[in-house]
């Protein structure tokens, strides 16, 4: 039995060890933000924030989440209260398929928590463990910037 | 051309010939009720047989509806395509969406707007000039006289649609080309879920296949499943069964580490793989594309060049999935394939049942950029499914999968000989545009092409894939014609009838080497001619939209008072999308530097009408981006007995610090046809790089990707 906090909510998850903090929060804790795209820390479909810091939850073991806060694109916000990045993200039409974004979202929070006003490279830097096929870079990179902008202000 | 591309080929439905032909995919759907229904609560949904796969085709092809009918976009419900109720719009691919199904749901609309306010003017006795439709209520001299909801139930579109049917005048559209924010997103980006991958159904079981260890394979022994897991084996076919996902890929681990298989070797040498392309041609089908011999100045020089490029792969981000269900002798599928119907097709046929057994419900997948695994994985999920009766099955492929057993777009080589006059005037083009085909998608031919077909205990054959008629764009020799005024011509195209790894449509097919090929040669004419690349075009090109596009591109990235860096290069280039689709004209500006960086796009465009502009600048922008990741980085590799490039690592695609600023302007005519705009600017992409390369290097390449390697 797991023990951490997700989302801002108290959640246990009986999986055995080893099993991955991606399969717990897409199987039993019900979540589809984080999705699996390689199981490799290439593509970063599957990133989450631990206590804060972008991490692969396909390869992290759940009980190294025991303890912890764990954020995906859920707990950003809804479509009630969106993140502001999620607001830029819609605002600038900063996707097409789509299936990146979840990811993207929450490695750009954490970067916008550590650095309000980050240059273009900063954020391509930030993002470069996330993979996009469908060419949404620049528009990605605009919604950051925009985000940022409004958080600021 | 939305018309000849459709018919025959794309989709599964006959046409009658007798009736009168009606525009898009109305021709061979004929009723309105297949595409509208009105509801009493005040919405109409919309049934596009095109799905959408990030392109925003439902956004689109929505706003195109609400305009018509002249009701609030917040009105339409857009529904997902099916069997068997959807209309069959054969594939979503080759740009064709709008064209095919905008046009059908825009004539559709008029038809239906025209019915219902008939109907009114009868009832009431308002004339039906003098009514006018206000957020869907119609409104006479005296007021509201009625609307689509107070209709919604008169069974009203239970007829054929007419071909007299008016849609508005350009002046009169108000919700076409406005940008309109994608309907799909909000969902995409609050991670609620969306995607097939996303389905949970009460009892569901996950599946996992095991995949032999070499393309050619025979399993001799099937290990046992542990305790609360199931194997299920058919011939060649292996999978595993669990109720869990880290289960199945626990049990998938075990039984793969236990699989015993007898291999053999039958890919060919990849150090060599042009020259097997070669070879393998001269065994191949060589048919004529086009022949051209016009009075012509006679023949100054020759050029002979050849252009080679490898394997690519869609490497889509999420990988292919689908969710079965077995019901009796009925098997539900929910799967991101391209074409409902297609699909259909050929898991009935596998299975050897009828159409009707199988239901096909398209929900969306990630990206997929032309035939990936999409349809395979639902085959294997109803393959899978059938050893649990009534349980719903999962089954994802892993990367490995994905980057490794889905469709791949056939390696090419192309031998172009050119000759021109004393001038520089181009004379003469001949062409030898060699490759697999480049469809093997399904429903096209009586033996069914997924790839778990060849491997069942009863097997089918694997049949070399084909190449769509030049009507529809052509495969391998798509955009293998130049555009440009060359007064004589001899294309030819090289079908292999040999196919050791299967091969299937990606974004712009043959056109990726055949552009750039051209592009890469009238450079070289133009240099030899001592003129000015963009200069030498513009006396080549006719068509005044293909002009236009190239001088936005040159003035968008300053090409007339461009100046030499050291290490940085230039390059500019255009096509018209299968010559009869969307033109893009792109400058590219590279970087060189231990490898080469493309630093900056510029992109001009013309799609014709255009629908939703955001979303046609969107499609652009990442055509470019593909085109640019194609031509630095990618490639398949492979040693004889199966793909080895099978992570993100043997497979590169570009990422966020590598990815080039893109500037896209489109000239918007809304008087044209739409042509469509997901394909258009990734082949022009690749030979702006190629010319910016020469400009910095002094090199032209003549091998993709355009690493050290193959530029030493
Ligand atoms: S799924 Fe975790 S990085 Fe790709
Ligand atoms: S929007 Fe499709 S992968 Fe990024």
Known sequence: ?153 | MSATSSSGFAHTTPVDPNKPKLPGSLNVNRRLSQWLRFSADGTVEVHPGKVEIGQGILTTLGQIAADELDVDFARIRMVAASTPASPDEGVTSGSLSTQDSGTAIRHAAADARRIFLSVTSQRTGVPIESLVVRDGAFIGPQGEVGSYWQLANADLLEVEASPEAKPKAIEARRQVGVSTPRIDLPEKVFGTGRYVHDMRLPGMLHARVIRPVARAATLMATPDAPEGAQVVRDGNFLAVLAPTEWQAEAVAARVTARAMWSVRDTLPEQAQHAEYLREAGARGERTGVLARDDAAPSVARTEKRSFFRPFLAHASIGTSCAVAQWNGDAVTIWSHTQGPYNLRADVSRTLRTTEDKVLIHHMEGAGCYGHNGADDVALEAALIARAVPGTPVRLLWSRAEELGWGPFSSAMLVDVEADVAADGTLVAWRSNIISNGHSGRPGRSPIPTLLAASQLEDAFPVVPSINPPMAGGGGAPRNGIPYYRIPKLDVQTTRLLEMPIRSSALRGLGATLNVWSIESVLDELAEAAGEDPVAYRLRHLEDPRARAVLQKAADMCGWATRTKREGWGLGIAFARYKNTGAYAAIAAEIEAKERVFCRRLWVAGDAGEIVNPDGVVNQFEGGAIHGASVALLEQVTFDRRNITSDNWDGYRVLRFTEVPAVETAMLNHPEAPFLGSGEASMAPTIAAIAAAIHDALGIRPHALPFTPENLA
């Open chain 1, 1 to 153: 039995m797991t023990n951490f906090t997700l989302n801002g909510a108290a959640v246990s998850v009986d999986v055995p060890d080893g099993t991955s903090l991606l399969h717990a929060l897409r199987g039993p804790l019900g979540l589809s933000g984080p999705r699996y795209g390689c199981g490799d820390e290439k593509c970063g479909s599957c990133m989450v924030l631990l206590d804060g810091v972008p991490t692969f939850a396909c390869t992290l073991g759940v009980e190294a989440a025991g303890g912890k806060c764990v954020t995906t694109s859920e707990g950003l916000g809804d479509m009630a209260a969106p993140h502001p990045l999620q607001a830029a993200f819609l605002a600038e039409q900063a996707g097409q398929c789509g299936w990146c974004l979840s990811g993207i979202l929450v490695s750009a929070s954490a970067l916008l928590a550590a650095n309000p006003d980050p240059s273009e490279d900063e954020i391509r830097v930030a993002l470069d463990p996330h993979l996009c096929r469908c060419g949404s870079h620049n528009r990605i990179i605009r919604a950051v910037r925009r985000a940022a902008q409004e958080m600021r202000a």
